[in-house]
């Protein structure tokens, strides 16, 4: 396989992780259930908690004993085939069940295997100037528009040169773009963390101690604080009467508090999610100009300081726990 085909299939890799991020992302954010008990063979497909898993019952109801079956599992990835099981003295059902389930932080890491050797190996920089883009072979003094070497056309000196300034450009522009969100997203959530008490990262409630959803605060306006947490009569009813100076300072507060609070909430539901994809991106788009040697100085001071800020928004990100912090 020729460089330049290792590096389009490097980058198609690199798509695939950022896909399977994505996924993972959205199994969070919204999970999903389909299945179909109708006829047989019937199926289930559950998209959620980070993975995807499908489960297939085929033939009818069979009275068995015992359990049987079997399950392989590795790093994620699971694999089974069994049936249902009750207890020794009821009746005994078994189906003949298949069970697949794919993790997508395991296919991220797959998919980001091959980009990462590529990378090292360095496929994913261009050759430079008057050398064949395709193979790398040196067209010192060839004017004959063809490269001897695998037999590809190739431009002149001057239009490589023109097309390695726009691509280091347009990688230099999207690598900004991305860390100025990163970054602000970043910011904003340390900013908002720190003015409700510095909540994150949530801790989950001990089972069957309520919901680990992070919800929202009602009372964001008056009548609503009125209803929740205001001042109650004797029969546990809000009451009518206007409010005394010291419950209209306690009413600001708590309105102001629960507005940070749902702003926080919703920043982390929607932008802090979103950094589970564009820190990787920004990180990778920083590597690749740290290891073009044909870039100029400010492009690879540029690529140096990405990869320090996407790695920092990466900590913040890690530390915060932005996912187990929503409780999805």
Known sequence: MTRRRRAIV?????????????????????????????????????FGDGCVRTSVWLGRPTQTEKEDGWKCRAVGFELSYGGTYARPDSLNLRHDRYALQIPFLALFACFLIYPVVVFIRGDFRRNPPGCCQHCGYNLTGNVSGRCPECGSSVAGAAEQCAGASRSARARAMILIGLLATTTFTAARIEILNASVGGILPRERPPDNLGSSKWRSAPWFNEEM?????????????????????????????DIEQALTWN??????????????????AAFLIALSLIGDKSLKRHLRLLGGAGLILSAAAATLMFYRAYFSSLGM
């Open 10 to 46: 490097g980058y198609i890799s690199a798509g695939l992780a950022v896909g399977a991020a994505g996924l993972w992302v959205l199994s969070y954010v919204n999970s999903q259930v389909w299945q179909d008990f109708s006829a047989v063979p019937n199926y289930s497909v559950y």
């Open 225 to 253: 604080w009125r209803r929740t947490i205001g001042p109650k009569d004797e029969q546990g009813r809000p009451v009518s009467r206007p409010l005394t100076e010291s419950e209209q300072l306690k009413m600001k507060q």
């Open 263 to 280: 702003r926080l909430r919703d920043v982390v539901g929607s932008w802090g999610c979103a950094q589970y994809m564009l820190v990787p």
